[in-house]
């Protein structure tokens, strides 16, 4: 029967003061603590915004908007997922979640996005460009 020999190990020293020659400045890797300083700022920031965004979705849309959205987006299911959750076809979630969307971002920007710009109820519509 064959032995199997040791593994073996090579150790190595390094002296300190030859590593402190290196400097961390200039790896890739390197962030300044001005840089570590804004990203934790910017990401607090965005903690914040998304909770607005929560905050939203839970108090201004409708209750299959809000379900469409949470389970799409915090839960990551598929739009077949969903419908097949809900009793709905894909599509139909597809519109909750459009429409949904398009409320969140006029009620959080405080604009209007004119590709879902609805008319009164009581207003004409507008046919002047139809006989243009």
Request: hydrophobic share 35%.
């Amino acid at each position: 029967m064959a032995t199997i020999p040791p593994h073996r190990f090579l150790e190595s020293g390094f002296d300190p003061e030859k590593l402190a020659l290196f400097s961390n400045q200039d790896s890739l890797w390197y962030e300044s603590p001005e840089e570590v300083e804004e990203k934790l700022r910017m990401s607090r920031l965005g903690r914040a915004a998304l909770r607005k965004i929560w905050r939203v979705i839970d108090n201004e849309t409708t209750d299959r908007q809000r379900v469409c959205l949470r389970l799409y987006y915090a839960e990551g299911k598929s739009l077949r997922e969903i419908g097949e959750i809900l009793g709905l076809h894909f599509s139909t979630v597809d519109q909750h979640i459009k429409y949904g969307l398009a409320r969140v971002r006029r009620l959080v920007s405080g604009k209007s996005d004119p590709r879902f710009r609805l008319r009164p109820k009581d207003s004409e519509p507008d046919f002047a460009h139809e006989n243009a």
